[in-house]
Nanobody, 121 residues
Framework: QVQLVESGGGLVQAGGSLGLSCVASGTIYSINDMAWYRQAPGKQRELVAAITNGGRGNYADSVKGRFTISRDNTKSTVYVRMNSLKPEDTAVYYC???????????????WGQGTQVTVSS
């Protein structure tokens, strides 16, 4: 059974930095894209950053230049480094990964449970 587990959330002051990590565990044959999403209270979940298997990243306009996504394929782990944090970055952050599922002979999206990031002004 595949699971994604995030870690690294917490409380930080505006202008500060925080790093999140997410590790995939279980029987994993292959991981395609990995990504970070976030959901603020009363808002829809939105894509923050995504990274391909080959390491190419793309970002939401709101975090470009401040956040950096990376991954370690040998550890089935995706990271995001968040710098110059703003109060509007406050949200629950979720990782997602497209992992090969033998039962459907295709990639299936898995989600982590979420980790809270709070940025105080």
């Amino acid at each position: 059974q595949v699971q994604l587990v995030e870690s690294g959330g917490g409380l930080v002051q505006a202008g500060g930095s925080l790093g999140l990590s997410c590790v995939a565990s279980g029987t994993i044959y292959s991981i395609n894209d990995m990504a970070w999403y976030r959901q603020a209270p009363g808002k829809q979940r939105e894509l923050v950053a995504a990274i391909t298997n080959g390491g190419r990243g793309n970002y939401a306009d709101s975090v470009k230049g401040r956040f950096t996504i990376s991954r370690d394929n040998t550890k089935s782990t995706v990271y995001v480094r968040m710098n110059s944090l703003k109060p509007e970055d406050t949200a629950v952050y979720y990782c997602a990964a497209d992992i090969f599922d033998v039962s459907v002979a295709g990639y299936r999206r898995y989600w982590g449970q979420g980790t809270q990031v709070t940025v105080s002004s």
